[in-house]
C-alpha cells in the first residue's frame, strides 16, 4: 500500500511539473485549471498532508496529496488521500480522505472548506472534522504557490477526538 501511494504521488507530481508550463488559458485559478497540492499535515488529524514525527524514539508519519480542479475561476472542488502509520506505540495503517472546495479570494487568499476522515486500523471510532481554512497564496510563477495559512477543524466526533487548530504551509501547481 505505501509503494502504491507514493508511486500515486510521484506520478501526480511529474505530470504536474510537466504541464506546468501552459497558461495559454487564463490565470492559476482560471476556470478549467487543475491544482496539485501537499500540505504540512497534523498528525492527530487523519491527514491528506505531509509530516513526519520523533518523540522519544517513537514516530509517526503520513504522506498525502490533494488535488482540485477549478469549476469557475477562483473556486476548485478539492478531494485528497493520504497514507501513515508509526513505530511502536502507533503501529497501525491510517488511511486519511478529504472531499471539499477551496476559493481564491482576489485570486490569492485561498479559504477551504471541507470534511477530513480518516480509517485507522483496530479503532472502533475513526476521527472526522469539519474543516475551514484561510491563508496566503504566494504565487513564485504562475504554475506554483506557496500557501502558508491557518485552519481549524471541528470534531464530529467529539467524544473520541478534540477541535484542532492548526499552521501549516502548502505547496501547489497549478496547470
Known amino acids: 500500500m505505501k509503494k502504491l501511494i507514493l508511486t500515486a504521488v510521484a506520478a501526480v507530481f511529474a505530470m504536474g511539473v510537466s504541464n506546468a508550463q501552459d497558461d495559454s488559458n487564463g490565470g492559476p485559478t482560471s476556470e478549467g485549471k487543475w491544482l496539485v497540492e501537499a500540505n504540512t499535515g497534523n498528525a492527530v488529524l487523519g491527514s491528506t498532508g505531509i509530516y513526519f514525527s520523533s518523540i522519544d524514539g517513537e514516530s509517526t508519519y503520513n504522506v498525502g496529496l490533494d488535488g482540485g480542479y477549478f469549476i469557475k475561476d477562483d473556486l476548485a472542488i478539492k478531494a485528497g488521500l493520504g497514507y501513515g502509520g ?8 491510517v488511511v486519511s480522505y478529504r472531499i471539499g472546495a477551496k476559493y481564491y479570494v482576489k485570486s490569492m487568499i485561498p479559504v477551504t ?28 510563477s504562475d504554475t506554483v504557490s506557496i500557501e502558508p495559512g491557518v485552519r481549524y477543524n471541528y470534531s464530529l466526533n467529539d467524544d473520541f477526538y478534540d477541535n484542532q487548530f492548526q499552521l501549516n504551509v502548502g505547496f501547489a501547481l497549478h496547470f
Open 113 to 140: 472548506l471541507d470534511y477530513t476522515g480518516a480509517s485507522v486500523e483496530d479503532l472502533d471510532e475513526n476521527p472526522s472534522y469539519l474543516g475551514l481554512g484561510a491563508g496566503y497564496a504566494w504565487f513564485v
Open 86 to 93: 508509526g513505530s511502536e506505540d502507533f503501529d497501525r495503517s
